[in-house]
């Protein structure tokens, strides 16, 4: 039953566990439509026999609805499209909502190609290396237009903005080659702006990932951006930390206690609730951490002074990606660690 | 000097030509660019609209020409680029957002309510000119300029591109004006000037869609005319009010252009549904079926467009809370539209129903309408945008509603209105050809554009992957279907001017008020104050005209 419908439908194969219960809903609001089409079609085509003109002069009666049928014509309407809501926007949350044990990949769009980088070092361009039934979420970010990362057989798309990280996340399914297509209008090869997914089995993508770790030197160029600065060999993180020492950030961020400074120490940071100035709790997740790169003064941490300078457009996507990706590292319990690289 | 009108009295066979008409009343050149009369603006509207929609349909079929072959065909990307950007912007502000109201509605609101003319009638022709000013301004930079942004302006792209669209900004906030001209003289019209017996739950349904119309042109277009004014200051003098490099925010753009964007969607199609309850009604020769609720629900629309805007931004990393409170919203925009739906089709119920031209669109209209706006309430169900956002599927799903909807609204007023505007009728097999390959063609053309955005091919492609080959080859045969039926509405309707039949003061036998004056009108409408004694859509009695030949029923 889903084959006929996904053919009937044109719809791209399901390669991911959000497109099963996206196509479900997809079929049930595509019937609802049909079958309520055709009836009010049928009536209309019946009414229109039984009610031809039959003679010049025919004059008609007066008919005006009923209280039952105004009722019905608001109410039956309303459940269906409320139904429809509850779903879609219950599966809308889920999408929203990546967990916990995600594996990260960062995403940049830059006019006309798509970087991925991934934390533990490997970036590339173009390519996107998944393993299969593991959530992965992508941290999405654009050099300079808009972007949007669209992967038809996930049924995932996400905007790139610029100066921002957006979110997205999906468990692939079955190992295979995806296309990723870039639906955001952004000029003169926005139509050949396309992208690979490469969903491999987990054993296959870990072995990967360790070749690709090997192999960081002979590959150090890629993420090479317009400053032609090079990316260091290494994890993200430590490359971050470098970006951090030549920015000046640990001037007034420590990042070998939890004491604060200046600014507010970056230990224990990630994914801590902290407190605003205007009252607000939020917690520092990665959006958070890049906007207080590019807007420190929005969401200033209560007991702190809006000393911090704007790094926007002194950062490139890539470098605030390492940075935050640093933070991230800064666990109370593995400071040592990744200060320890350090030169 | 009042005198009550009825539709008596006039001879239904040998109607004869009327000697003075608001057609005769000066043939100088000048006497039409410097007219008061609203008929007369009207048909200057006309003109322009319909040499707009000439020239958007011209770029839609460079466009699909283009999408033939999944790599380069006719044109280079960046022309390609230009076109959808000049079909985009030509379509929506020089011809849908004028089309009805400022055509039709000049036209018909001022008899409608039994009145001289409108309010303003010096504003009246001060907004065509406007209209004709912003839109040579727009047309001008578009051509000189090379503006490849696409009608939505997004930014940065928009505030960072080479191209000059400074002068496509400004053009834009002019036609606005236009707009809000328009719409304030229609709703102090409304207010003012109804003719004794004209109450406001008498007024005919196509003035009840022209007020609330009115009422978005005036709320949303100010909205509009501040957005372009800052993209332009901003590509201009590189103020950072969109740039994250200059210290701005892309999404506050979003914010703002869909704000007008949305409701504009009902300034198009608000004035198509008033059309069809005014048509239908003629057709099926029965009073329209829940008066209130269609005139309620017009204004529903109105009201709750306003707060949908955000169903745009679902995938731009807005909060899945507000993506749920406007997704929660616009499922009643679908709600008001199938209120109107179920009237349309409970009029036909015991009616005495005509197949002629008008109603072919009046079945075209209403296949479009629940199609386009039950897909429109597919995509307002949050996860499923998620894989249609930005895809042909959203292509389809607004053509079916701004161009199957509207276009066929707009159609069955200029033939429904035809006869009454220009005093002779076209020929109705002609008429009814004509019709049939449009709905055939619009059909052909975006059904695959639905199947197309399900396979996953996104919007504004200039090339495509081979997969998408063959639903593009079917929607471009359907598009060349749709262009031969618009050749052969303008050859019939060019030669019925001159050569028509006349048509008498009422060949449709409708009781709205409008045939209740000659036609064509005279300059001043009405000899005197009209008084109606009747409702505009109350055919309970044999209409008089007819009951002279002395059929009983």
Redesign the interface.
């Known amino acids: 039953m889903n084959e006929i419908m996904r053919r009937l439908l044109f719809l791209p194969e399901q390669a991911s566990t959000f497109a099963h219960d996206v196509d479900n809903l997809h079929y049930f609001v595509i019937t609802v439509t049909m079958v309520s089409s055709l009836a009010v079609g049928l009536t209309a085509i019946a009414f229109f026999w039984k009610y031809r003109r039959r003679h010049e002069n025919q004059a008609t009666p007066f008919v005006a609805p009923t209280a039952l049928f105004e009722v019905l014509a608001i109410s039956v309407p309303l459940f269906f499209f409320l139904v429809w809501f509850a779903i879609g926007f219950r599966d809308f949350v889920k999408l929203s909502s990546p967990p916990p044990e995600a594996m990260d990949v960062y995403v940049q769009g830059k006019q006309w190609m798509w970087k991925f980088a991934y934390p533990e070092g490997p970036n590339s361009i173009g390519v996107l290396h998944v393993p299969a039934n593991r959530p992965v979420r992508l941290l999405i970010t654009s050099r300079d237009v808009i972007h949007s990362v669209f992967i038809p057989a996930f049924r995932v798309k996400m905007d790139a903005l610029p100066g921002r990280y957006t979110e997205i996340w999906f468990t692939a399914t079955k190992p295979g080659r995806y296309q990723i297509l870039c639906t955001e209008y952004c000029g003169a090869q926005h139509s050949k702006m396309w992208g690979e997914v490469v969903v491999m089995a987990p054993e296959a993508f870990d072995e990967w990932i360790k070749e690709q770790q090997r192999g960081l030197v002979s590959r150090q160029d890629v993420l090479a951006d317009e400053t032609g600065q090079v990316t260091p060999q290494g994890s993200l993180a430590q490359w971050g930390l470098q970006v951090a020492v030549r920015q000046g950030c640990l001037r007034c961020h420590n990042v070998d206690t939890k004491e604060p400074a200046t600014g507010p120490s970056w230990v224990d940071l990630y994914q801590q609730q902290i407190k605003l100035t205007d009252g607000r709790e939020i917690v520092a997740d990665e959006a958070y951490l890049t906007e207080s790169m590019m807007e420190p003064t929005v969401k200033v941490v209560a007991g702190y002074q809006e000393l911090m300078p704007n790094y926007q457009g002194k950062l490139s996507g890539a470098e605030a990606a390492a940075i935050v990706e640093f933070i991230k590292s800064l666990r109370s319990d593995r400071t040592v660690q990744a200060v320890g690289g350090e030169e | 000097m009042t005198a009550p009108i009825t539709t008596a009295g006039v001879p239904p066979a040998g109607a004869v030509f009327p000697k003075k008409s608001y057609l005769n009343d000066g043939t100088t050149i000048r006497s039409w660019l410097l007219t008061h009369d609203h008929k007369r603006i009207a048909l200057l509207y006309l003109v322009a609209v319909l040499i707009a929609l000439f020239l958007g349909g011209v770029f839609a079929m460079v466009i699909r020409l283009e999408l033939l072959t999944p790599g380069p065909t006719i044109v280079e ?2 022309t390609y ?1 230009r076109m959808f950007t000049l079909h985009g912007l030509i379509m929506i502000f020089m011809f849908m957002i004028p089309a009805i109201p400022a055509v039709f509605g000049n036209f018909f609101l001022p008899i409608m309510l039994g009145a001289k003319d409108v309010a303003f009638p010096k504003w009246n022709l001060t907004s065509w000119y406007v209209y004709i000013a912003g839109s040579t301004l727009m047309l001008w930079g578009l051509i000189t300029g090379g503006a ?3 009608w ?1 302006f ?4 928009s505030t ?2 080479t191209t000059n669209i400074t002068p496509v900004m400004l053009g834009v906030f002019i036609i606005g004006f236009s707009s809000i001209l328009t719409g304030l003289n229609f709703i102090v019209t409304i207010h003012t000037l109804r003719a004794p017996g004209v109450t406001w739950f008498r007024m005919p349904l196509f003035v009840w869609a022209v007020y609330a119309t009115s009422i978005i042109q005036v709320l949303a277009t100010p909205v509009l005319g501040l957005t372009t004014l800052l993209v332009a200051a901003e590509h201009t003098f590189g103020f950072g009010f969109f ?3 200059r ?1 701005g925010d ?2 506050l753009f979003q914010h703002l252009f869909w704000f007008y964007s949305h409701p504009a969607v009902y300034i198009m199609v608000l004035p198509a549904m008033g059309v069809i309850s005014e048509v239908i009604c003629a057709v ?4 329209i ?2 008066y209130k ?1 269609i005139a309620m629900s017009s204004l529903g629309i109105a009201f709750v467009g306003f707060f949908a805007w955000g169903h745009h931004l ?4 807005q909060s ?1 809370f507000d ?2 409170a406007f ?2 919203i616009s ?1 009643l925009v ?2 008001f539209t ?2 109107k ?3 349309w ?2 009029t ?8 002629t031209a008008p109603f072919a669109y009046i ?1 075209g209209f ?2 479009f309408l ?2 386009g706006g ?2 429109g ?2 995509l ?8 249609w ?3 042909y599927f959203v292509v389809a799903h607004f053509h079916f509603i701004m161009v199957g909807a509207v276009i066929m609204g707009f159609l069955a007023a200029l033939h429904y209105w035809f006869p009454k505007m220009f005093g002779r009728k076209y020929p109705e097999n002609w008429g009814l050809l004509a019709a049939g390959l449009i709905v055939l063609g619009f059909n052909a053309t975006f059904i695959p554009q639905f ?2 955005g ?3 091919m ?8 081979e997969r998408f080959a063959a ?1 593009n080859v079917a929607s471009t045969a359907g598009a060349s279907l749709l262009a031969f039926g618009f050749i052969i509405i303008a050859i019939y309707l060019a030669i019925s001017l001159k050569y028509g039949e006349v048509a008498g003061r009422n060949p449709w ?1 409708s009781r709205g008020y409008e045939w209740d004056v000659p036609s064509p009108p005279p300059t001043e409408n009405f000899d005197a104050v009209p008084v109606f004694t009747r409702g505009p859509h ?6 008089e005209e ?2 002279k ?1 002395g ?1 009983a ?1």
């Open positions: 990307a960046l680029n490849d942004t696409g939505t997004y930014t940065p792209y960072t591109t740039d994250p490099a210290g892309p999404i099926a020769r029965k009073n079926f829940g609720m679902f995938t731009s990393g899945a993506a749920g997704a929660a499922m679908g709600v199938a209120i739906v179920f009237n089709v409970g036909l119920y015991k009616g005495a129903i005509a197949f079945c209403l296949f629940v199609f039950m897909t309430v597919a307002a169900t949050v996860s499923l945008d998620v894989h956002q930005d895809t199947l197309l399900n396979a996953g996104p919007r504004r492609y200039y090339e495509y992957p639903l036998g109350e055919y309970q009695d044999v209409p007819l009951a030949v059929h029923i």
